[in-house]
């Protein structure tokens, strides 16, 4: 019965009866046909059991390799999202790069919006680690862009240089970088740019695409700090997030320098409002009124945003779901980042600090970017919120070690309002 | 629960678009919920393609205990796929639980899983290779794209996996990359309206309907033993082989390259005399062990160049990556690295003759002990030894030498002579490097439409002139009457 099955059937419904089967008869009768069927060229693609594809992930040390167990891959390795998009694709990054004993990454990314429902059994645990115990399975994400709740976020321009909020979209339908086709990516583009080209007032703007900047169009962008350019961690090209550069990757700026969205960079879009200074109830109000006039202008098109409201706004690293909101000023702290409780105190007030490059870069001076720890769980008014009460209060500390005074340990905050 | 100060938003599950991808994708989601028998095999072969899953309509064939209706071949085709689609034998299970039907194109990097780019037009998905300098971007046409883009290997590489990393790096002006790779033996068939013009680019004309010769006799080469050491420091000749019936590097899953791995233990594990080793696993390796394969100038490390990564070999390292090397250090194998296997023999000095001979019969060797096994080389009379690479079909094989010539080498003519010689020059720091101190790195130009005899014996005659111009040159003598005719 097996040889004759295996005769009727091309090379390539082997495939499936093997996996189908498993270790049943028809695989013995599967494999002894094969010997003829080797020599004579037609390729049999080999399908292993679960067991054999796992990753040997004994010398990681990232989220997803925390909780991807066998029986987890066993279950999912054979699902795709409606797009085909695969476990094995999610992973790569993670399996790709192993981590650092100090710094635990993320490990995993989404393809596009049904990969956070497909292989929830794997996001879930990640998200919960990752953003502080959220429960995506029984909590909601509360998400608010009304500025005007904002109280104080004024603050003197002697400690702080600048003021800067971001966050990330993408657009629902298309997929996501590790995933998407050249005319998806392309779409992506149009859709942003035609959206874009629809603001008006102190967000009019204009867009320098990457494929075709000028010279001097690429050297102001290095000077104002705009340019991005094609990623070299591993941690982002492993997952194919940089295929095809530059195609289809630009950067779109208001004349006035204050709002800026990257296009087809990490995610469809990382919008960016932030300028000198230390105005950040300004900086957000921009960055509310941005992002809403955006919404509108993809909405009269039909297009909208990725969004739910287990998991607020979906982005491409599971790090960045909810508000994918960053919060942060650059603040000159001389003598409070010298306090052995300075960590103790951003710690309790859920602030993080990193160096004025950014992500992994060590503070130059005393200078050092202050921004909010959380990204899901709480609103972006709360978020923005929570980083103007705890700069406010790291000034305030600045201010009485200046005068010989002593500072105290603020209580914790609660984490999930 | 209401998001405040947004505009209001639709939900998830049945989005208003009008985008014309989403609205094609949502309607066939709509079918696919709906579990209709009785639809013509044609329909739910064609609809299944759609999704890409070959193993499905095996699972199909099964379940209705049919086999015979189902086409023996077809491929993918979205004008199969009629407009109004009434019925639908689309299972559920299909979307989100395909556990019992296994799947068809596993462990792809980027593009294999990507079958909704049919949704899109081929000018829409076609690249921009404005900037690029290489074989593929040379030869690729949109006409040949809107051609091939649908179609897959039978283990699911397509044609973006082909060119990706062709795509991913444009090149340099004067280094013409070939700029595409293959993921199995069979990308070579599937895709070969894009291949042959990159082949016979690559290779010096050769034509699609021309045979390759293959010849691993070792008493076939004239001379070789007598190269003058005191001018030829190292003698080496390697080559590569890919296993038939596994995925090559680009495209393979783990396991797969996990079977490579042990399949390729237990074959070099039976070699015995002067050809007796052991296998240092890239992953298990220990400080020693690291630092002796590095001072024996044997240790690959993950590859850094984006011209590799981009294709998707270098995923889960160094999973499955070792290095095997008998115990005179003189013959040896690395597995998994850009090809299944490279087999590599050398040893200091210019015996060439006995560095072929071993090579040879090591290769050979390795070649009955896989087929007592049950494998065999991925081989054909067209391409010769298939390998990822186009640039390393036919013998795979560059032989060559490490050799001191300081004087031809500044040679007005040196490049002239090397072109007729059919040799190259690179730095002794292998491919892209500069030579230091006078010591060049000589080997054969060619790997398809020669034989390894024949390649071999070109660079043992074109060093002996090398040398003997180097002599002349040492004298203060001229070398005109030396110059050899293109070969």
């Not at chain 1, 340019?227 to 289809?248: E, I, N, Q």
């Amino acid at each position: 019965m097996a040889g004759s099955f295996a005769r009727v059937l091309s090379s390539k419904r082997k495939v499936g009866i093997l996996s189908l089967v498993g270790a049943g008869s028809l695989t013995v009768g599967f494999f002894m046909n094969r010997e003829q069927h080797v020599s004579a060229g037609a390729h049999v693609r080999r399908i292993y059991p679960p067991s054999a594809e796992y990753p040997d992930l004994r010398k990681h040390n990232n989220c997803m390799a925390s909780h991807l167990t066998p029986a987890i891959y066993a279950k999912l390795v054979h699902k795709s999202t409606p797009n085909g998009y695969t476990l094995d694709e999610a992973i790569q990054t993670g399996v790709d790069n192993p981590g650092h004993p100090f710094i635990k990454t993320v490990g995993m990314v989404a393809g596009d919006e049904e990969s956070y429902e497909v292989f929830a059994d794997i996001f879930n645990p990640i998200i919960k680690e990752r953003h502080n115990g959220y429960d995506p399975c029984n909590m909601k994400h509360p998400t608010d862009l009304d500025s005007s709740k904002i109280r104080g976020g004024l603050f003197d321009e002697k400690y702080v240089l600048s003021s800067r909020v971001r966050t990330g979209r993408s657009i629902r339908g298309l997929s996501l970088p590790p995933a998407c086709t050249r005319a998806e990516r392309r779409e992506v583009e149009r859709v942003v740019i035609d959206a874009l080209g629809g603001l008006r007032g102190d967000l009019t703007g204009k867009y320098f695409s990457l494929t075709q900047l000028t010279d001097q169009e690429q050297q102001q962008l290095i000077d104002d700090h705009f340019l991005f350019d094609k990623p070299v961690s591993p941690l982002l090209t492993c997952s194919g997030m940089a295929r095809d550069w530059p195609d289809a990757r630009g950067i779109w700026h208001n004349n006035e320098k204050t709002f800026l969205v990257w296009i087809n960079e990490e995610d469809h879009t990382r919008v960016i409002s932030m300028e000198k200074g230390g105005n950040m109830k300004r900086v957000f109000e921009r960055f509310c009124r941005g992002l809403q006039e955006v919404e509108r202008l993809i909405q009269e098109k039909g297009w909208e945003f990725m969004w739910n409201e287990r998991l607020g706004y979906i982005l491409t690293c599971p790090s960045n779901l909810g508000t994918g909101l960053r919060a942060g000023v650059h603040v000159s702290l001389p003598r409070l980042c010298k306090d052995p409780r300075f960590a103790k105190i951003l710690d309790n007030l859920r602030l993080q600090k990193r160096g004025t490059g950014g992500v992994d870069t060590a503070a130059v001076g005393n200078t050092f970017d202050i921004s909010n720890l959380d990204r899901l769980g709480q609103s972006e008014v709360q978020l923005v919120q929570t980083v103007i009460d705890g700069v406010a209060y790291l000034i305030e500390c600045e201010k009485r070690l200046e005068k010989g005074q002593d500072i105290k340990i603020p209580a914790p905050i609660s984490q999930f309002k | 629960m209401k998001r405040e100060g947004c505009i209001p938003q639709t939900s998830a599950v049945q989005p208003q678009k009008k985008g014309n991808a989403l609205l094609k994708r949502t309607r066939i989601r709509a079918r696919q919920s709906a579990f209709v028998p009785n639809i013509s095999n044609d329909l739910a072969v064609s609809l299944l393609h759609l999704q890409g899953r070959y193993s499905s309509t095996a699972h199909y064939a099964f379940e209705c205990k049919e086999p015979q209706t189902i086409p023996i071949q077809y491929r993918y085709n979205a004008q199969k796929v009629l407009p109004n689609i009434e019925n639908l034998h689309l299972f559920n299970a299909f979307h989100e639980d395909a556990s019992f039907m296994g799947r068809n194109a596993t462990m792809p990097f980027g593009n294999t899983h990507n079958l909704l780019k049919m949704n899109y037009s081929a000018e829409q998905e076609y690249p921009d290779l404005s900037q690029h300098n290489n074989h593929m971007a040379k030869i690729i046409t949109l006409e040949m794209y809107a051609d091939l883009r649908d179609k897959q290997t039978p283990s699911g590489f397509t044609l973006d996996d082909v060119i990706q990393t062709g795509i991913d790096n444009p090149g340099h002006p004067f280094i013409m990359t070939v700029g595409c790779v293959a993921g199995d033996e069979e990308t070579y068939e599937v895709f070969k309206d894009l291949l042959d013009p990159i082949i016979e680019d690559r290779h010096g004309g050769y034509k699609p309907t021309d045979k390759h010769k293959t010849d691993l006799n070792p008493d076939n080469l004239q001379g070789g033993d007598d190269l003058d050491p005191n001018y030829v420091l190292s003698s080496r000749v390697r080559t590569g082989r890919s296993i038939r019936g596994f995925c090559l590097p680009p495209h393979c899953s783990r396991g797969e390259r996990r079977g490579i791995e042990s399949l390729s233990i237990e074959a070099l594990g039976s070699l015995d005399g002067d050809l007796k080793g052991k296998y240092y696993a890239l992953k298990d390796m220990t400080e020693e062990e690291q630092q002796q394969l590095i001072d024996d100038h044997f240790l690959f490390d993950k590859p850094v160049s984006p011209l590799l990564l981009a294709s998707g070999m270098a995923r889960d390292w160094p999973d499955a990556r070792g290095i095997w090397h008998n115990d005179n250090k003189t013959f040896l194998v690395w597995v998994n690295e850009e090809d299944h296997l490279r087999v590599i023999s050398m040893q200091k000095g210019g015996n060439m003759k006995e560095v072929f001979n071993r090579f040879c019969t090591g290769l050979t060797k390795i070649e009955s002990l896989f087929k007592e096994k049950g494998h065999e080389f991925m081989w054909n009379e067209h391409l010769g030894y298939v390998l990822t690479c186009p640039s390393n079909l036919g013998t795979g094989l560059r032989g060559g030498v490490h050799v001191k010539i300081p004087n031809v080498s500044k040679h007005e003519k040196f490049g002239e002579i090397l072109k007729r010689l059919r040799l190259q020059k690179r730095g002794t720091g292998g491919v892209d490097t500069a030579a230091v101190g006078g010591v060049f790195d000589i080997s054969n130009a060619d790997r398809l439409g020669f034989s390894e005899v024949d390649l071999v014996q070109m660079v043992v005659d074109g060093v002996k002139l090398l040398i003997e111009m180097e002599k002349r040159l040492e004298a203060g003598q001229s070398i005109d009457d030396l110059m050899p005719e293109q070969k």
